[in-house]
């Protein structure tokens, strides 16, 4: 279930501004990287992964997922593009379990 009150705090700090996240991508695949007290009571998919800070939301779905939700309540973002040319660190990380 979404938490609609922090999203609304969320959204009116960041009108204005211009939330700047990491898109990281490998030969295979891409993901987002949210800190995890942004993530709004979202549930994701098993293609997601985390570590003790971070969210690493699988481009598919669970990215656009996230996007929607907050470009709906009026957060703008820009992207900081990070590829790697193997198997990215991502892969080795704890599945996300909701």
Not at 2 to 19: G, N, Q
Not at 30 to 41: A, E, Q, R, T
Not at 49 to 60: H, I, W
């Amino acid at each position: 279930m979404v938490k609609t009150l922090e999203l609304e705090r969320f959204s009116k700090w960041a009108e204005d501004k211009i939330i700047s996240l990491d898109f990281i991508s490998d030969p295979a695949h891409g993901w987002i990287k949210i800190p995890k007290n942004l993530v709004f009571g979202l549930e994701f998919s098993q293609f997601s992964y985390q570590d003790k800070k971070y969210y690493y939301l699988e481009e598919d779905c669970d990215a656009s997922k996230y996007l929607d939700l907050i470009h709906g309540a009026g957060v703008k973002t820009e992207f900081n593009e990070i590829t790697y040319n193997e198997d990215c660190f991502i892969r080795e990380l704890e599945i996300l379990q909701n």
